[in-house]
Antibody, heavy 126, light 110 residues
């Protein structure tokens, strides 16, 4: 069974840092792009970042560019999101998501997401 | 990148068909066939319903269908059922190599 399990959320002060992790299982992790998507309380979905299967390409929403870094360790089947200079508006449930389409070694299809974790909550407040 | 525009709410009676629109620009919806639709029940993670404008993942009911015309994509739910009551979001690839979600639509089954 394909599964994603996020961890690392919590309460952090404005300006602080946090690193989220997402443990993947049940599929060939390195062959799929992965994304982080967040949802502020009572609000809609917001795409945050994506990374190609080999980690060679990364893409970010303007709202987090320069503050957040997406990375992956294919030997550990784990996706990460390093979040620095956190702001109140970063408060949200953060989901990791697997790309729906197989990318293999040469492509990076991150346009749709077919498996999602249950999410981890990040609260930025003093 | 501004969110794609969806109606805030759509409703229908059981058995009816409803359509949810998703309006963007030529830099996102109109420029690429990479529109997806997600269903989200309260307190749950989103579920992929449609990808690449009109493709259904394995296991998704054929009551769900997608289409696109110009800068507007649409999700149609036919034979509306009580379990279809949820929030629905579209998303699209953009010319900036990012993804953008829609504002979300609450579907109510009367």
């Amino acid at each position: 069974e394909v599964q994603l399990l996020e961890s690392g959320g919590g309460l952090v002060q404005p300006g602080g840092s946090l690193r989220l992790s997402c443990a993947a299982s049940g599929f060939t992790f390195s062959s799929y792009a992965m994304s982080w998507v967040r949802q502020a309380p009572g609000k809609g979905l917001e795409w945050v970042a994506a990374i190609c299967g080999r980690g060679s390409g990364t893409y970010y929403a303007d709202s987090v560019k320069g503050r957040f870094t997406i990375s992956r360790d294919n030997s550990k089947n784990t996706l990460y999101l390093q979040m620095n200079s956190l702001r109140a508006e970063d408060t949200a449930v953060y989901y990791c998501a697997k790309a729906a389409e197989y990318s293999g070694s040469y492509y990076c299809f991150y346009y749709s997401m077919d498996v999602w974790g249950k999410g981890t909550t990040v609260t930025v407040s003093s | 990148q501004s969110a794609l525009t969806q109606p805030a709410s759509v409703s229908g009676s059981p058995g009816q068909s409803i359509t949810i629109s998703c309006t963007g620009t030529s830099s996102d919806v109109g420029g690429y066939n990479y529109v997806s639709w997600y269903q989200q029940h309260p307190g749950k993670a989103p579920k992929l319903m449609i990808y690449d404008v009109s493709n259904r993942p394995s296991g998704v009911s054929n009551r769900f269908s997608g289409s696109k015309s110009g800068n507007t994509a649409s999700l149609t739910i036919s034979g509306l059922q009580a379990e279809d009551e949820a929030d629905y979001y579209c998303s699209s690839y953009t010319s900036s190599s990012t993804l953008v979600f829609g504002t979300g639509t609450k579907v109510t089954v009367l």
